[in-house]
Every structure is written in C-alpha cells, then in structure tokens.
T-cell receptor, first 116, second 120 residues
Framework: AQKITQTQPGMFVQEKEAVTLDCTYD???????LFWYKQPSSGEMIFLIY??????QNATEGRYSLNFQKARKSANLVISASQLGDSAMYFC?????????????FGTGTRLQVTL | GEEVAQTPKHLVRGEGQKAKLYCAPI?????VFWYQQVLKNEFKFLIS????????ETGMPKERFSAKCLPNSPCSLEIQATKLEDSAVYFC??????????????????FGPGTRLTVL
C-alpha cells in the first residue's frame, strides 16, 4: 500500500483564491511527522510546513496551513491568497519514528498552476 | 552555512564512468540524507548519516554506490561504473535532529539544490 497518497496530479487556482492540496497517509506508528515541500520549475526543494502527530493544533506558516485530520489520516495543505509564484510541484512527505528509520517517504506530488 | 550546498549542479558521465557528488550540510545539523529523484516525481531514499557515521543505509544499492561524511569535509556520494538508469537528480538534505521517540519540528530535513546526473 502507498504510504503517502496525493490523488491530484494537477490543480488550477486563480490568483488571490485559496486552494487545498490533498494528502493521505498510511502508518501504524503512533509518532510521525508530516511535511510539505514545494518544488518550483528551477528544481530546488523548499520546506513549507511541518505537523507532528501529537501536535494539538494544526500547523500554520504565513499563507500555508495544514488541515490535519488524524482519524482520517489526512494532512491537506491549504494555500491562501494564491500568488503566481506559488505555481510549482507540491510534495507531501512523512517520517515515521520507528527504530533507526530516518527517511522521508514522499507522495507523487501535485502540480499547482496559478492563473490570472 | 545557512543552506545545504551541493556541487556540482550538473554532471555528465559516459556509461561506466565514475560520478562523485558533494554536499555540505547546514552548520549545526548532525544528520545528512541522500535522495534520488527520478521521473520528476519519485523520490528514493539512499542513505543517512549521523555526523560521520552511517545511520540508515537501507536504500543504498551497495554494488556501485558508496557514501561518506568525514569530519571537516563535505559529504560525498560516489557511483562507480554509472549506468543509464542512474540518471536522476540527487538531493542532499540535512536536519538538526532525528526523533528518538516523538516526532519534532527539528527533524525537518532541509534540501540542497540538487545535482543533476546525466549518464550517456
């Protein structure tokens, strides 16, 4: 089974509108971290936001917020007031805290296109 | 430094040649990770280090890939006898910590700009 599922290969949003990028995950570990990264066409991976499984509140960072629904195992990224510079690939990732495992497991990404 | 640095930005090798990639983690970060991105949306974990010690090498194809993190030197990832399927972007990432029992924000992995390896 896929550990991280991003079901939207591509999304369009108009400038200044909000958009939600979906991410569901699968783990049996009680402790894990969830991350969102942005990859613009230039190729670098930019960290956006982190949510820990025991965090009581949903994470927010500026225009980014994470809609964390633990029982549903979803961690959707909400971008408010979209800007043209938000056009990029967005990856959801998870790190399970188990043994010596250290890796991030990534979803396949969602390509976001912001239009005028 | 404040960012993860990777060199070179691009590397072209003929099949069978050696490739060596370098990474300098963020100052103060104890953990270094290597990932391979193929087909623009698939990330494969290769190896991680805690300082100069291998922490997790479960993703390393050991026949041709090796990696090191030595004190006072950039970390390196070396591919002996490259194959066409090694063509990918190789990312290095670093983190301040790695959670023992509970996930923490300091586990966040910050990525370098990547090295694009093309094997002809």
């Amino acid at each position: 089974a896929q550990k991280i599922t991003q079901t939207q290969p591509g999304m369009f949003v108009q400038e200044k509108e909000a958009v939600t990028l979906d991410c569901t995950y699968d783990t049996s570990d009680p402790s894990y971290g969830l991350f969102w990264y942005k990859q613009p066409s230039s190729g670098e991976m930019i960290f956006l936001i982190y949510q820990g499984s025991y965090d009581q509140q949903n994470a927010t960072e500026g225009r980014y917020s994470l809609n964390f629904q633990k029982a549903r195992k979803s961690a959707n990224l909400v971008i408010s007031a979209s800007q043209l510079g938000d056009s990029a690939m967005y990856f959801c990732a998870m790190r399970e805290v188990t043994g010596t495992a250290s890796k991030l497991t990534f979803g396949t990404g969602t390509r976001l296109q912001v239009t005028l | 430094g404040e960012e993860v640095a990777q060199t070179p930005k691009h590397l072209v090798r003929g099949e069978g040649q050696k490739a060596k990639l370098y990474c300098a983690p963020i100052k103060g970060h104890s953990y270094v990770f290597w990932y391979q991105q193929v087909l623009k949306n698939e990330f494969k974990f290769l190896i991680s280090f805690q300082n100069e010690n291998v922490f997790d090498e479960t993703g390393m194809p050991k026949e041709r890939f090796s990696a090191k993190c030595l004190p006072n030197s950039p970390c390196s990832l070396e591919i002996q006898a490259t194959k066409l399927e090694d063509s990918a972007v190789y990312f290095c990432a670093s983190s301040q910590s790695l959670a023992g029992m509970f996930a923490r924000s300091t586990d966040t992995q910050y990525f370098g700009p990547g090295t694009r390896l093309t094997v002809l």
